[in-house]
């Protein structure tokens, strides 16, 4: 008989939430207690928990029913990080290197692997972990579609259907008013929610960070539209989006969070501009967390089955350090130290910019 490689594993969610993380921490239940009776305890709100040793044990009973719930069970935090700890002394907030203890725990807890399921400041965070000598397995989770080294971020599918739907319902308003909707969607400095619910939703103008806009573009767009008899336009817009020379909008400083910064703004900035310059009524929807929350879709929920399945595969064959990944329809591999380089942002010679260009689509540049 083959020699067991893992007795008990330790997962966590880390981040922003989104749809589908349930969807995985099932899969990783499952098969780890059906297929290879291996023990899974659950830290809760990510990093969190393991620095706390605050965890759950997850078994069939806690992986059932999950499969079509957003959220996570887990819960998860998006300021707690093991290397940057923030601890409140007297009045003061200072950072704390808390490693020592999150690997403490890691020991107590006997586990032969910790998968850790997250963007980028999560894996970034993995990987030191990794390198400080713990086996870690990486599965990559945000809506922004971001994470490089795979086409696809679990999450992403869920929330482009989110803002698809809400781009198709602001058609109403904007055929019976004549005016200009503008609606925009989250994405950080990657415009991919944007670029694909602005294809999927019929925009007339999208706007993305990879791609500085002009007023005067998007303006001249609204014009052309109206000439052609269409009175009015849709324009979905990334919220890390800026104009040519200029910033993005930042909505507020999150000091404590391992990214401070949360973007957010933009749609009412370029209202209050085109109604300025072209005095055509204009409305802004900020769609926020809608996006985040919800039921996965199916092509989430299978992606981040798949994801599951691939991260005990990884654990078993004792392959440390790696994230899962999707490259075209294949699921594989890959080291986390490539995937948190940098952020995957559309390239600008991307088909389908040049479909919706052909399309005549505006990018306001
Ligand atoms: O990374 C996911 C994301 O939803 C981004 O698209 C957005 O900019 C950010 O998180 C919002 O963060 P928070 O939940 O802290 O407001």
Not at 92 to 121: E, H, M, T, W
Not at 271 to 281: C, F, G, K, P
Request: with cysteine; hydrophobic share 40%; glycine share 10%.
């Amino acid at each position: 008989m083959k020699k067991k490689t893992a007795k008990k594993i330790g997962i966590l969610t880390s981040g922003g939430d989104c749809p589908g993380l349930n969807a995985v921490i099932r899969a990783i239940v499952k098969i780890a207690v059906h297929a290879h009776n291996i023990e899974i305890i659950g830290f809760q709100d990510g990093y969190e928990g393991l620095i706390h040793n605050r965890f759950i044990p997850l078994g069939s009973r806690q992986a059932s029913g999950i499969l079509t719930i957003g959220g996570t069970i887990l819960g998860t935090s998006n300021i707690a990080t093991p290397y940057r700890y923030a601890v409140k002394e007297g009045k003061k907030i200072i950072y704390k290197d808390v490693s020592q203890k999150a690997i403490a725990n890691y020991k107590r807890n006997k586990l032969d692997a910790l998968i850790a399921i997250g963007g980028d400041g999560t894996l970034s965070a993995a990987l030191k972990l990794k390198k400080d000598g713990l086996n870690i397995v990486g599965v990559p989770k945000t809506i922004d579609n971001d994470l490089s080294e795979t086409d696809w971020t679990f999450g992403f599918d869920s929330a482009v259907t989110t803002a698809t739907e809400a781009i198709d319902k602001l058609h109403s308003t904007a055929q019976s008013h004549h005016r200009v909707m503008i609606i925009e969607v989250m994405g950080r400095y990657a415009g991919w929610i944007a670029l694909f619910s602005g294809m999927a939703g019929g925009g007339d103008v999208i706007l993305i960070p990879e791609i500085p806009y002009r007023i005067e573009k998007i303006c001249a767009k609204i014009k052309e539209r109206q000439k052609l008899g269409k009175r009015f336009s849709i324009i979905v817009v990334a919220e890390g989006a800026r104009p040519v020379g200029g910033e993005v909008v930042v909505a507020k400083i999150v000091e404590k969070s391992f990214d401070k910064i949360r973007l957010g703004g933009i749609a009412s900035r370029l209202a209050d501009e085109i109604e300025r310059r072209i005095q055509i009524e204009c409305r802004a929807t900020i769609l926020g967390h809608v996006q985040r929350g919800g039921t996965p879709t199916s092509f989430d929920r299978v992606l981040a089955t798949r994801y599951g399945a691939e991260a005990i595969n990884l654990v078993l064959r004792k392959n440390f350090g790696r994230m899962v990944a999707l490259k075209g329809n294949k699921i594989t591999s890959v080291p986390i130290e490539k995937a948190v380089k940098k952020l995957k942002l559309i390239p600008l010679n991307s088909g389908l910019i040049r479909s919706l260009r052909e399309m005549n689509v505006s990018f306001g540049d």
